[in-house]
């Protein structure tokens, strides 16, 4: 599934895997794009951005993953792109600690951290504003 109200403003892509039941999204605004709980292969994120002539800027992560392995850190280490977890999150790699309510621009687009455990203890939702 992709969207695009105005293509020149936002791009948004689902990837869904269909055999774990697991999406993930592609989201890109004037060259920078973001990426929310990526999957182990992560060659068609690479591929969206090229076609969109996307820089990868954020991994963002909702939760440790316990029914699939996610692609972070192959990404974060083919991108340089900053992997983000939400409160309460520990891990033996380097990522951005996001605050409840945190901000991160991507292009012209916000997406701001909400701290939602219960699914796990750093579960996190991102809520995305357009300009």
């Known amino acids: 599934m992709a969207f695009s109200l105005n293509p020149d403003l936002m ?45 990868i800027k954020y991994i963002f992560e909702t939760h440790f993953h316990a029914d699939f392995i996610s692609g972070h850190l192959d990404l974060a280490k083919k ?5 983000i977890y939400g409160p309460n999150t520990k891990a033996n790699f ?15 687009l916000t997406l701001k951290a909400i701290h ?6 750093e579960s996190t939702c991102y809520l995305l504003h357009d300009e």
Do not use: M, W
């Open 11 to 55: 791009y948004l892509q689902q990837i869904y895997t269909r055999c774990l039941s697991e999406a993930s999204y592609f989201i890109e605004s004037s060259g920078e794009a973001a990426i929310i709980d990526p999957i182990r292969d992560t060659d068609s994120y690479i591929q969206i951005a090229k076609e969109h002539n996307a820089t």
């Open 79 to 83: 991108t340089g792109a900053t992997i």
């Open 94 to 108: 380097k990522f951005h600690l996001a605050n409840d309510g945190e901000e991160f621009k991507v292009g012209n």
């Open 116 to 121: 939602t455990p219960g699914h796990t203890l």
